[in-house]
Each structure stands twice: as structure tokens, then as C-alpha cells.
């Protein structure tokens, strides 16, 4: 590995106004893209390349007439004509990739780098980070602050319908997704600690991305180098142990939203159409409406209450702001209709976010019984790390479905996770369940268990099988 040409951000912070050329490399992944993205809007001049292309992240770069090229016929000696080389964090570092842009004499950098460096450094950056609910709570922060008059600007890693992922904004505030994950093969270190964080709002902190991270310490690691230097407004969860202790080992002032300070939400009534909660701050309690239900969109919703507050936007305004308010693509999205049934799709896949979003649809169709499909598609999933949890998690489903993964845990030292003693354990608790390797053999399950009497959820990071790539889609779309 050459490092040679890796600029630092001291460096890019300095020669921010000559880096005129830009080239992505990796462009199509969500955050690449929506960086790249604002990098356009800031100015730069921005090309992108990826050895596949798909959307909606392809099609909206073309919408932004980013040049893109194809990595596997694109002569690399071409990326001489550019000033800044972008390298997204899914080029391995032992992979011929990185040594050609290692050999090139080009400055590079990780996307979050250049994000922080060039276009956040002198906003007033809210990060939104936790182990669950962030895409989630970006996107409410974003609407909530439009209906409140503002133009913030906002980085979501999700896809949302009728807008970009990302957006400079024009106001006093931009709100970013701020997740743990590395940033680079050449910057292990989380990416939110180089967003140019002033504010933080913390939903959840539990061990996952075991790929990476060998303990629930290494990443409180991560959090500390960035909330030790943190200026603005910190608002956490209560509801977990780490995020205590974090608070507690920093030192950190901290305003708590959750169960277990007597802040709230408590959740007075909740049905099919939406909830009234309310939440205590400085001793006052304050009720809210809005369409959202289930506990820990309410959760999530709090804690961008509790920071307009602290902005001084009034309790009036902010209750007129949260009544109707959207939730991001495969966030319990309603797909279509199966045999008559609501075919759900949700992005959980750790234990604690599958049994939230159950207990969520469960508000939601409290007349009818829960068929759960999980596949565990994410290298931490993929592994025996949650064998027990995502048994005890899947207890308030009706039917569950588990799909075989396609490949072992890449985390090292771990056994692959035993979906097939995850199902007959339920059974033996009374649920029904089943074993899918394949997409007929899913499609099999949903002929044996769906009906309209029952809603179709399906948990995966991933394309479940192929199920969201195969003629599925278009059937339950026309019924």
C-alpha cells in the first residue's frame, strides 16, 4: 500500500479552491453518490465511474448530468486529468483498483473527507448517528425543518420519493446520516468522525458491523474522538447501556430523550392512523400528533422535537410541523398487494430494529397475523454473533420465513448464523416457519402461508433471494 498521494485534510482544507476536477471512483454507491452530488452543487466540476450501474442512484447522477464512465473498460491513466481522486470504500485495499490509484501521482481522498473538508467545514452540521433509526430520523429532521419554515440542507443514505439523497440547502441548518462504518481501505476510522460534526443526536448505540469492529468498545472509540471536541447540542437515547457509559466515561452534558430519565416519549394513544406521545423538557411537558406509529418512530421523532426546541422554534409551530410527515424507501414501505395481502418491505436486520418494525406493523394491522420473511444479508447477520437474539426478536411474528444466505460471515471467528435451528425453535414456541434457499422455493412459502388475512413483511438490507429484482414487483403493484 502507497500512501504517498493521500492527501491529508489539513492539505485539502488548503488547496480547497484548486481542486476544480473531481472524479468519484465507486460513484454509484448511496453515499458516493450523494456526495458527489453536492460537491456539483458546491461548485466543483465532478465526474464519477463504477464498474455497475443501478438505480435509483445511476439514474439521478445522469439527472444531474454527472459524467459517468465504466470502471471496467476506462483507461485509469485518464484519471491524471483530474485534480482530486474520491475513493469510495468498497475498493478493497489489496485490490488491483487500489494500487492503479495509488500509482497515479493524484491526490486522494475517502468521500467523507472531502464531504467534511470541502463543502461541510463552516456549516452548522447536525450528525444523526446510532446503530438503528438514522436514515429514519435524517429524514424527519429534514421535514420537520422545512415545515418549519427553513431550507436546510441534508445527506440521507437511503432513497426517497420525489427528491434527492442529498441536498446543500440554503439555511441555517444541514442534517447528516453519520454511521460507523469506515471510511476507506486507507481511513479505518468511522466515517462521521470527519463530517465536521457541531451537533449530535445519538438514537441507539449496540454492537454491529463485527466485520469491522471486534467489541461494542471499539466503536464507543470512535464516538468518543469525535464527541470530546463537540461544541453543539447532544441529544441521546437513554435507552442503552453504551450510550450511558459514554456519557458518563467523557464526562459529556447531554440532553436525554427515552424510557429511563422520565423524559419520554410515553405514547398516550396509538391506532392504524398515527399517535399522540408527549415529552418532558425542562420540567414542562408538551403533547404531540402525528401520522407516524410505532415506538421507535416516535423515538426518533422526539429527539428532532427536543432539538427545535432548543433552536427556539415554538411548541405550536413544531406540533403543525410533525402531523404528516413521510419515511424514507424500504422503511415499512407498502409495496403492493399479495393474495390480498399488504407486502411490507423494511430494511431491519439486526435484532432490535426486526423487533421494533414488528411491533410497529402490528399497530398498524392489529386485525391481522404477521408473516415475517428475514434474510440475514449483512456480514454481522450473516454470522452466529445473534443467534439467540434473532430468535427472540422474530417471537412476535405469526409465520416466520428465514432465507438461506448466499455466502458465509466474512467476521472472523465466528460460525455462520443457523437459520434452520432459528426456525424450529419457533416452532417448538407454537410459530409456524420455514427455510427458503432460493427464490422458487420463497415463493413456495408465500403460496403455503399468505392470505388476506395476514401482511406480508419482508426484512433484508438486500434484494431477499432476488424477489425485489424478479416479476414479483410488477405482480403485487397490479393487485
Given at each position: 500500500m502507497d500512501l504517498t498521494n493521500k492527501i491529508s485534510a489539513a492539505e485539502l482544507k488548503k488547496g480547497k479552491d484548486s481542486f476544480k476536477k473531481i472524479f468519484f471512483y465507486r460513484v454509484c454507491g448511496t453515499g458516493m453518490g450523494a456526495a458527489a452530488c453536492l460537491l456539483k452543487e458546491k461548485g466543483y466540476d465532478v465526474e464519477g465511474g463504477d464498474t455497475n450501474f443501478y438505480p435509483p442512484m445511476s439514474t439521478y447522477l445522469k439527472s444531474t448530468k454527472i459524467p459517468l464512465y465504466n470502471l471496467d473498460s476506462f483507461d485509469h491513466e485518464l484519471l491524471k486529468n483530474y485534480d482530486l481522486i474520491v475513493v469510495g470504500n468498497v475498493v478493497p485495499g489489496s485490490s488491483e483498483q487500489a494500487r492503479a490509484i495509488e500509482s497515479l501521482g493524484v491526490p486522494f481522498t475517502s468521500f467523507p473527507e472531502a464531504l467534511g473538508t470541502l463543502v461541510l467545514d463552516d456549516i452548522n452540521v447536525i450528525g444523526i448517528a446510532g446503530t438503528h433509526g438514522k436514515t429514519t430520523t435524517t429524514y424527519l429532521a429534514t421535514q420537520v425543518f422545512e415545515n418549519l419554515?427553513?431550507?436546510?440542507?441534508?445527506?440521507?443514505?437511503?432513497?426517497?420519493?420525489?427528491?434527492?439523497?442529498?441536498?446543500?440547502?440554503?439555511?441555517?441548518?444541514?442534517?447528516?446520516?453519520?454511521?460507523?462504518?469506515?471510511?476507506?481501505?486507507?481511513?479505518?476510522?468511522?466515517?462521521?468522525?470527519?463530517?465536521?460534526?457541531?451537533?449530535?443526536?445519538?438514537?441507539?448505540?449496540?454492537?454491529?458491523?463485527?466485520?469491522?469492529?471486534?467489541?461494542?468498545?471499539?466503536?464507543?472509540?470512535?464516538?468518543?474522538?469525535?464527541?470530546?471536541?463537540?461544541?453543539?447540542?447532544?441529544?441521546?437515547?437513554?435507552?442503552?447501556?453504551?450510550?450511558?457509559?459514554?456519557?458518563?466515561?467523557?464526562?459529556?452534558?447531554?440532553?436525554?430523550?427515552?424510557?429511563?430519565?422520565?423524559?419520554?416519549?410515553?405514547i398516550l394513544k396509538e391506532s392504524p392512523d398515527g399517535s399522540e406521545f408527549e415529552i418532558t423538557l425542562n420540567d414542562k411537558n408538551y403533547s404531540f400528533k402525528t401520522n407516524l406509529i410505532g415506538k421507535h418512530n416516535i423515538l426518533n421523532l422526539s429527539s428532532v422535537i427536543i432539538y427545535a426546541l432548543n433552536e427556539g422554534h415554538t411548541v405550536e409551530k413544531i406540533q403543525d410541523a410533525i402531523k404528516n410527515l413521510s419515511l424514507v424507501k424500504r422503511r415499512q414501505e407498502v409495496r403492493g398487494f399479495?393474495?390480498?395481502?399488504?407486502?411490507?418491505?423494511?430494511?431491519?436486520?439486526?435484532?432490535?430494529?426486526?423487533?421494533?418494525?414488528?411491533?410497529?406493523?402490528?399497530?398498524?394491522?392489529?386485525?391481522?397475523?404477521?408473516?415475517?420473511?428475514?434474510?440475514?444479508?449483512?456480514?454481522?447477520?450473516?454470522?452466529?454473533?445473534?443467534?439467540?437474539?434473532?430468535?427472540?426478536?422474530?417471537?412476535?411474528?405469526?409465520?416466520?420465513?428465514?432465507?438461506?444466505?448466499?455466502?458465509?460471515?466474512?467476521?472472523?471467528?465466528?460460525?455462520?448464523?443457523?437459520?434452520?435451528?432459528?426456525?424450529?425453535?419457533?416452532?417448538?414456541?407454537?410459530?409456524?416457519?420455514a427455510l427458503a434457499k432460493d427464490l422458487s422455493e420463497l415463493m413456495s412459502c408465500f403460496e403455503q402461508f399468505v392470505d388476506e388475512n395476514k401482511v406480508l413483511l419482508i426484512l433484508s438490507n438486500g434484494t431477499c433471494l432476488g424477489l425485489w429484482e424478479s416479476s414479483f414487483v410488477e405482480d403485487i403493484q397490479k393487485s
Open positions: 419554515g427553513q431550507r436546510p440542507g441534508y445527506f440521507i443514505g437511503g432513497v426517497i420519493n420525489d427528491r434527492p439523497s442529498s441536498k446543500l440547502g440554503e439555511g441555517k441548518y444541514f442534517f447528516i446520516e453519520s454511521d460507523e462504518y469506515d471510511s476507506a481501505y486507507f481511513e479505518k476510522i468511522s466515517k462521521f468522525r470527519l463530517y465536521a460534526l457541531k451537533n449530535m443526536i445519538l438514537t441507539s448505540l449496540e454492537f454491529d458491523h463485527a466485520d469491522i469492529f471486534n467489541s461494542i468498545e471499539d466503536i464507543k472509540d470512535q464516538f468518543k474522538a469525535t464527541l470530546r471536541g463537540l461544541k453543539g447540542q447532544m441529544i441521546f437515547n437513554d435507552s442503552y447501556k453504551a450510550i450511558d457509559e459514554l456519557v458518563h466515561e467523557l464526562n459529556l452534558n447531554v440532553q436525554y430523550y427515552g424510557l429511563n430519565h422520565g423524559n419520554g416519549p410515553r399479495y393474495k390480498g395481502a399488504p407486502v411490507i418491505d423494511d430494511f431491519a436486520h439486526h435484532p432490535k430494529a426486526v423487533e421494533l418494525t414488528i411491533d410497529s406493523i402490528k399497530t398498524k394491522y392489529p386485525n391481522k397475523e404477521i408473516v415475517v420473511v428475514m434474510e440475514p444479508n449483512s456480514a454481522t447477520a450473516r454470522s452466529a454473533i445473534f443467534q439467540n437474539e434473532f430468535r427472540d426478536s422474530l417471537m412476535a411474528a405469526d409465520t416466520v420465513i428465514f432465507t438461506r444466505p448466499m455466502r458465509p460471515t466474512s467476521v472472523k471467528g465466528v460460525g455462520d448464523l443457523d437459520c434452520a435451528k432459528i426456525v424450529n425453535e419457533l416452532k417448538e414456541k407454537g410459530k409456524k416457519g
